[in-house]
């Protein structure tokens, strides 16, 4: 029987240079505040060490860890209904 070729990455983040999609999506909001803000030279600085810092964050971790971490640090938008307050540590019955 002959096997089927899954290629590797089939389902990794598409990448421009070494860069996956969500990392240059916090240097291209940098560049947009930039522009209009007027500080575009501060903030292309801002953006990519931001862009450093955050594929830093993500290296050696699983996938979908941005998620689990934005949950656990409690940003609003990253709430679930069925589940308590990401910043609750401890439950007690």
Known sequence: MNGTFIPRYLDSLPQIFWWEIDELAVLFVCIFLGIVTKFLTYLIVVGLVSTLILSKMKNG???????HWAY???VPTFQLTGAPHGTTREMME
């Open 61 to 67: 971790k699983s996938e979908g860890f941005l998620f």
């Open 72 to 74: 656990w640090s409690g």
